[in-house]
């Protein structure tokens, strides 16, 4: 069983340090780019829970913290939000985990915050992501080309690809 959970106060932050500091979890991701700590991630936790703007899940799959879902860039004079997502657990990769985690979010942004679009991105290589928005039923709305450096290293980009989904 898939379920969310909203953080309303500051949870055990050890795994999910694990997973960001994880090159291979991250590599689609700007949490890649910084070292995490336990006392860097309970800061930016305290924070999300302080802020309007956004909202913070914990998935849990049988009961067990598998990674996170955000609901962020809440503007509530527009109704408009971005889901931004990870599975950090890779033993349960490929198995839909998210997609329930990702429908589930956008169904509170637009039943609980009253929502009318929520808009996500992905790396043009994270076909793993776009499946997740493809199979709830996100469109792909735009391509901004080479926006991502790949590393701190390489001049080797990627582009963003823009997705939405309309209540």
């Known amino acids: 069983m898939i ?6 106060r500051i949870v055990d932050t050890k795994q ?3 997973w960001l500091n994880d090159k291979e979890i991250t590599k689609f991701s700007e949490q890649r780019l910084r070292k995490h700590t336990v006392k860097s991630q309970k800061k930016f ?3 999300k829970i302080k802020s309007e703007n956004s909202k913070l899940f914990q998935i849990f799959y049988n009961n067990l913290f598998v990674g996170l879902v955000e609901l962020g860039f809440i503007d509530r004079f527009h ?4 889901v931004m997502y990870f599975l950090g657990n890779k033993s349960y990769w490929g198995k839909k985990i998210a997609t329930t985690a990702v429908s589930l979010a956008v169904r509170y942004a637009f039943k609980n915050l ?3 679009k ?3 991105g992905t790396y043009g290589k994270n076909k793993s992501s776009q499946k997740v928005l493809k199979n709830n039923n996100f469109k792909l709305v735009g391509v901004m080309k080479n926006q991502f450096r790949l590393s701190k290293l390489s001049v080797k980009r990627d582009d963003k690809y823009i997705y939405e989904k309309i209540k």
């Open 3 to 8: 379920k969310i959970k909203l953080i309303k």
């Open 114 to 116: 009253g929502m009318l």
């Open 45 to 47: 936790l305290l924070g």
């Open 79 to 82: 109704k408009t939000c971005e």
């Open 16 to 18: 999910w340090v694990k």
């Open 118 to 120: 929520v808009y996500a």
